[in-house]
T-cell receptor, first 113, second 117 residues
Framework: EAQVTQNPRYLITVTGKKLTVTCSQN?????MSWYRQDPGLGLRQIYYSMNVEVTDKGDVPEGYKVSRKEKRNFPLILESPSPNQTSLYFCASSFSGAQNGYTFGSGTRLTVV | AQTVTQSQPEMSVQEAETVTLSCTYDTSESDYYLFWYKQPPSRQMILVIRQEAYKQQNATENRFSVNFQKAAKSFSLKISDSQLGDAAMYFC??????????????FGTGTLLAVQP
């Protein structure tokens, strides 16, 4: 089944404790992206990757890191999480080209206390 | 900068009735794509419908259709014969054809649709 697999689904952590949210897609998509969803703000892009070893900042990159060592994987790293990073996170992928909508992972609800 | 605006934070519709969700966007581009995504309580993001800006014909997918007004930069979603399963958050999104390095989807803030039995 074509899908984006994102883990974990829920995560509660403490301020400053490094964490990684994994994302993997099996559709050979070139483009991958991370978004955060907050009430009243919609989805905002954190980082994106056009292909292997090609990543760049989105609109809200502060406090996050990503890497793209393999085409299928695009982990999101929070090296020192803070409470303002409490949010719902989505990984998404697509073929390059604007006509393609994204395929989304099932989301990670992160709470930083 | 391109922006997407959904001015209705919440809407309600009776089962079997028709409802229209509004979306406007701002861009200087002439070629782009527009999307509506549905997010039910399961929080999965589901693509509902897609519209190509250079096509004048409005897209339709079963009970879902759009009213695309390019000059007005308006892209509303009409849901006919509403069903209880249509209750969800709906996001309008824009994707430029020539996005340079970003090629990203730009989302509105969403409209929460309730369906009353």
């Amino acid at each position: 089944e074509a899908q984006v697999t994102q883990n974990p689904r829920y995560l509660i952590t403490v301020t400053g404790k490094k964490l990684t949210v994994t994302c993997s897609q099996n559709m050979n998509h070139e483009y991958m992206s991370w978004y955060r969803q907050d009430p009243g703000l919609g989805l905002r892009q954190i980082y994106y990757s056009m292909n292997v070893e090609v990543t760049d900042k989105g609109d809200v990159p502060e406090g996050y890191k990503v890497s793209r060592k393999e085409k299928r994987n695009f982990p999101l790293i929070l090296e020192s999480p803070s409470p303002n990073q409490t949010s719902l996170y989505f990984c998404a992928s697509s073929f390059s080209g604007a006509q393609n909508g994204y395929t989304f992972g099932s989301g990670t609800r992160l709470t930083v206390v | 900068a391109q922006t997407v605006t959904q001015s209705q934070p919440e809407m309600s519709v009776q089962e079997a009735e028709t409802v229209t969700l509004s979306c406007t966007y701002d861009t200087s581009e002439s070629d782009y794509y527009l999307f509506w995504y549905k997010q039910p309580p399961s929080r999965q993001m589901i693509l509902v419908i897609r519209q190509e800006a250079y096509k004048q014909q409005n897209a339709t997918e079963n009970r879902f259709s759009v009213n695309f007004q390019k000059a007005a930069k308006s892209f509303s979603l009409k849901i006919s014969d509403s069903q209880l399963g249509d209750a969800a958050m709906y996001f309008c999104a824009y994707r430029p054809l020539y996005g340079g390095a970003t090629n990203k989807l730009i989302f509105g803030t969403g409209t929460l649709l309730a369906v009353q039995p």
